[in-house]
């Protein structure tokens, strides 16, 4: 289907066609080897702010990193790592314990963690806990994840 078809009027249509692959051509070619330019930044897919907060051997004040993807970017260690392995994971890291599951309630020590921010796009609030066995293990899961070193 052609740019005039797509669009409702005629040469208005390919006025508009035209004007649009200017733009996606001047946007293309901008940022190239003229040093009069910069080339535009695309916001990451995931950026994340991960507070740990109530871990053994980590203080009485929340430790809080952030975690760029795509780029990968922010101050927690081995991002790439962590990148990779969000890119990787299913099913969904960041989903809380479904409702239906049966779980000990047996607290596996304290500590919280708080992901917020976007995830491959979508925006995120979680909380991780170790208040039963399912809630500790998605906590280890996300720790061993993003390779975080806690006490435990």
Same mark, same amino acid.
């Given at each position: 289907?052609?740019?005039?078809?797509?669009?409702?009027?005629? @040469?208005?249509? /390919?006025? +508009?066609? +035209?004007?649009? +692959? /200017?733009?996606?051509?001047?946007?293309?070619?901008?940022?190239? %080897? %003229?040093?009069?330019?910069?080339?535009?930044? &695309?916001?990451?897919?995931?950026?994340?702010?991960?507070?740990?907060?109530?871990?053994?051997?980590?203080?009485?004040? !929340?430790?809080?990193?952030?975690?760029?993807?795509?780029?990968?970017?922010? &101050?927690? &260690?081995?991002? %790439?790592?962590?990148?990779?392995?969000?890119? &990787?994971?299913?099913?969904?890291?960041?989903? !809380?314990? !479904?409702?239906?599951?049966?779980?000990?309630?047996?607290?596996?020590? !304290?500590?919280?963690?708080?992901?917020?921010?976007?995830?491959?796009?979508?925006?995120?609030?979680?909380?991780?806990?170790?208040?039963?066995?399912?809630? /500790? %293990? @998605?906590?280890?899961?996300?720790? /061993?994840?993003?390779?975080?070193?806690?006490?435990?």
């Amino acid at each position: 289907m052609t740019a005039q078809a797509r669009t409702s009027g005629g @040469r208005t249509g /390919s006025a +508009l066609a +035209l004007a649009c +692959l /200017s733009v996606v051509a001047v946007a293309a070619c901008t940022g190239g %080897d %003229d040093p009069g330019t910069t080339p535009v930044q &695309d916001t990451p897919t995931t950026d994340l702010t991960i507070t740990l907060q109530s871990i053994p051997g980590m203080g009485s004040e !929340p430790v809080v990193h952030t975690l760029t993807c795509d780029p990968v970017g922010g &101050d927690l &260690d081995g991002a %790439d790592a962590a990148c990779a392995a969000l890119a &990787d994971a299913e099913p969904d890291p960041f989903a !809380p314990v !479904p409702e239906t599951e049966q779980c000990l309630q047996v607290m596996k020590g !304290p500590g919280e963690i708080t992901v917020v921010g976007a995830w491959d796009g979508v925006d995120l609030d979680a909380v991780f806990t170790r208040h039963n066995s399912c809630e /500790s %293990d @998605r906590f280890e899961r996300l720790v /061993s994840m993003l390779g975080i070193e806690i006490g435990t």
